[in-house]
């Protein structure tokens, strides 16, 4: 019995960036979709969830900080355009959105 069949190719291994650049609408790297995001880098929703997963820096209770540079290095090579920076800090207000500020590195 002959089949036609094509071999099964593995599915694609997305990075953090791409899976994010599928899930929302971006201009210029900001979150244009409606949604508790909306108006913050793509790197937002990432780090929201790294901090509801337990994994912030410092968790003030209504507020993620992480530190993206160390004495090492970058520590989240995905993120190039956070280069210029030493912190963030991301906290939920009383409507339900998310927001971010960064804290440049001391000579950024």
């Not at 593995?10 to 995001?37: C, D, M, N, V, W």
């Not at 880098?41 to 780090?47: A, H, N, Q, R, T």
């Not at 969830?49 to 090579?77: K, V």
């Amino acid at each position: 019995m002959t089949t036609n069949h094509k071999p099964v190719e593995p599915f694609p291994t997305l990075t953090i960036r791409q899976a994010l650049e599928l899930q929302y609408t971006t201009q210029h790297g900001t979150i244009i979709s409606p949604g508790k995001f909306q108006g913050e880098g793509l790197y937002v929703p990432f780090f929201w969830e790294l901090g509801l997963s337990g994994f912030a820096d410092a968790d003030e209770g209504s507020e993620f900080i992480f530190t993206l540079a160390d004495a090492l290095g970058r520590r989240f090579p995905e993120w190039p355009e956070l280069d210029a920076f030493h912190y963030i800090t991301l906290w939920e207000d009383h409507e339900g959105f998310v927001h971010s500020s960064l804290v440049e590195l001391p000579n950024g």
